[in-house]
């Protein structure tokens, strides 16, 4: 199954947000639901099972200047086995641009066994734009070996790299669940923070939870490791947690 959906926001001039494109194809179904302060919020609805091996979906996010947008998921998104050498494919891109803010917070991903998935986010930030980004990867459904996912995040700020980063779990990955990785952990995720406003933090490392400013841009990522997804978010939500205010807008 091939599908894309895309996202366009603008800002209305009077403090708000307006999607002025707003489509999707299933299993990618963009629904608008009611905006919180001026953020206007969508929500993707699975309009099928998966993602599946074979299957191609894309989505595509354009925030234009002074716009705000939160995307969620209604529900975790299971990547499931198919056809025999097949892959599965996600593809996010996001371009947003100046004074404009984007979170991005679906639910997590889930590696069921023999599953192949890879996930690619691609984000451009222009100079003075905000971004939340949180990835959390889930190591297979209760009591099973995950198969295997590849998640690849690349993000520029001002044109410029600020965070590259790669995960892959599964069978096809030697050491990923080994002490360099995710240490036996079933459950493991991060938060990008983007904000120029935001004061810079130190970097620190408390078990599982690790806290690093990043060289490239006004930026802090936050990555952790858990023994199931509710711990995992908490984690992923700071001081409390790192989900804390961006741009004056609480999660």
């Not at 963009?30 to 905006?35: D, F, K, N, V």
């Not at 690849?152 to 669940?177: C, M």
Request: charged share 15%.
């Amino acid at each position: 199954m091939r599908a894309l959906a895309r996202l366009v926001a603008r800002a209305d001039g009077r403090g708000g947000t307006t999607l002025v494109e707003l489509r999707g194809e299933t299993p990618l179904l963009l629904r608008q639901t009611p905006a919180d302060g001026g953020v206007a919020t969508v929500h993707i609805v699975g309009g099928a099972a998966g993602p599946i091996a074979g299957d191609d979906l894309r989505l595509e996010i354009e925030v234009g200047p002074g716009a705000a947008v939160r995307v969620h998921s209604v529900a975790a998104s299971i990547a499931l086995p198919g056809r025999v050498g097949a892959v599965s494919r996600m593809a996010v891109r996001a371009v947003v641009h100046e004074a404009a803010t984007l979170h991005w917070l679906p639910e997590q991903v889930v590696a069921a066994a023999g599953c192949a998935h890879l996930a690619e986010s691609r984000v451009e930030l222009a100079a003075g734009a905000r971004l939340r980004w949180r990835d959390e990867l889930i190591c297979g459904r209760y009591g099973e070996t995950p198969g295997g996912a590849v998640m690849h995040t690349h993000v520029d700020y001002a044109g410029r790299p600020l965070l590259r980063q790669s995960l892959a779990v599964g069978p096809h990955a030697p050491g990923w669940a080994g002490p360099a990785v995710l240490g036996g952990a079933p459950a493991t995720g991060s938060l990008l923070l983007v904000d120029p406003s935001r004061p810079a933090e130190p970097a620190i490392a408390d078990g599982s939870v690790a806290r690093l400013p990043l060289a490239g841009g006004p930026a802090t990522l936050w990555t952790a490791t858990a023994p199931d997804a509710h711990t995992l978010r908490a984690h992923l939500t700071v001081p409390g947690g790192a989900a804390a205010v961006v741009g004056g807008l609480r999660p």
